[in-house]
Antibody, heavy 118, light 111 residues
Framework: EVQLVESGGGLVQPGGSLRLSCVAS????????MHWVRQAPGKGLEWVSR????????SYADSVKGRFTISRDNAKDTLYLQMNSLTADDTAVYYC???????????WGQGTLVTVSS | QSVLTQPPSVSGAPGQTVTISCNGS?????????VHWYQQIPGAAPKVLMC???NRPLGVPDRFSGSKSGTSASLAITALQAEDEADYYC???????????FGGGTKLTVL
């Protein structure tokens, strides 16, 4: 089955760190750009970051630049998001997504909830 | 505030047609970047409806259609059904900000 499964979410204190993982299955992971998208409670979708097929190029939303790092391990079919210096504004469901041409996100995981609170 | 502007809400009765607009600028839609559309049922992950302005992925009913002109794009839903009630998002790329971006989302209510 073609799917993305995120993990690693949870409750973290302000200023803390968390690493999200996303395991891909059912398709050739190394052939796709991958993205992270988040959704704060009751809010719209916000693009967070993307990484190219071989992990050599990354880009980030201004809201997370310098704090978050996207990476991938193609041998393990796994995408990561290292999140540091977390604030309450980072509280959201984080979705792992597969990119196609022109950054169309054609496959989404179920999401993992990150809550930043003391 | 999103660079891609969508109406916060639209509504229509079953069987009717509704259109959701996505207004951008010369650095995103107007620069030729593709527009994609997503549907999100409450409590679920988003699902792609339209890739590359007008292309429906397999499994998306042909009641959904996309268009793009100038600095704007639209998603039309014909023969509205109760199951279409959801949030809809447009997405594109902005060259001046160098980021992928979503519109603010539109809540569709089927009356």
């Amino acid at each position: 089955e073609v799917q993305l499964v995120e993990s690693g979410g949870g409750l973290v204190q302000p200023g803390g760190s968390l690493r999200l993982s996303c395991v891909a299955s059912g398709f050739t992971f190394s052939s796709h750009w991958m993205h992270w998208v988040r959704q704060a409670p009751g809010k719209g979708l916000e693009w967070v970051s993307r990484i190219n097929k071989d992990g050599t190029r990354e880009s980030y939303a201004d809201s997370v630049k310098g704090r978050f790092t996207i990476s991938r391990d193609n041998a393990k079919d796994t995408l990561y998001l290292q999140m540091n210096s977390l604030t309450a504004d980072d509280t959201a469901v984080y979705y792992c997504t597969r990119g196609r041409l022109s950054s169309c996100l054609d496959l989404w995981g179920q999401g993992t909830l990150v809550t930043v609170s003391s | 505030q999103s660079v891609l502007t969508q109406p916060p809400s639209v509504s229509g009765a079953p069987g009717q047609t509704v259109t959701i607009s996505c207004n951008g600028s010369s650095s995103n839609i107007g620069a030729g970047y593709d527009v994609h559309w997503y549907q999100q049922i409450p409590g679920a992950a988003p699902k792609v409806l339209m890739c590359g302005n007008t292309n429906r992925p397999l499994g998306v009913p042909d009641r959904f259609s996309g268009s793009k002109s100038g600095t704007s794009a639209s998603l039309a839903i014909t023969a509205l059904q109760a199951e279409d009630e959801a949030d809809y998002y447009c997405q594109s790329y902005d060259s001046s900000l160098s980021v992928v971006m979503f519109g603010g989302g539109t809540k569709l209510t089927v009356l």
